[in-house]
Nanobody, 121 residues
Framework: QVQLVESGGGLVQPGGSLRLSCAAS????????MGWYRQAPGKQRELVAS???????NYADSVKGRFTISRDNAKKTVYLQMNSLEPEDTAVYYC???????????????WGQGTQVTVSS
């Protein structure tokens, strides 16, 4: 059973910073792409940032220059450093990972439970 557990969300003032973490656990053969999505009230879930196993990154235009995604393959963990936070960044942030549980099975996408980020004065 694969689990993704996020941490690091909370309440922060505009202009502040937060660092999200997401650790994968369970029976894992290989983790491919990892990423962060967010969903604000009344809006669709959207990609924030993603990172390949080799470290190539991709960002939504709205967060470029403010957010940084990184990963520690040994710890099976992905991070999202969020700086210069704006009220528009308020959302539930979800971790996502493409994971192969054995070498004989196709990989699947897994989701974390989500962590709330609120940017408000």
């Amino acid at each position: 059973q694969v689990q993704l557990v996020e941490s690091g969300g909370g309440l922060v003032q505009p202009g502040g910073s937060l660092r999200l973490s997401c650790a994968a656990s369970g029976s894992i053969f290989r983790i491919n792409d990892m990423g962060w999505y967010r969903q604000a009230p009344g809006k669709q879930r959207e990609l924030v940032a993603s990172i390949t196993n080799g470290g190539s990154t991709n960002y939504a235009d709205s967060v470029k220059g403010r957010f940084t995604i990184s990963r520690d393959n040994a710890k099976k963990t992905v991070y999202l450093q969020m700086n210069s936070l704006e009220p528009e960044d308020t959302a539930v942030y979800y971790c996502n990972a493409n994971i192969r549980v054995t070498m004989f099975r196709n990989p699947n996408y897994y989701w974390g439970q989500g962590t709330q980020v609120t940017v408000s004065s």
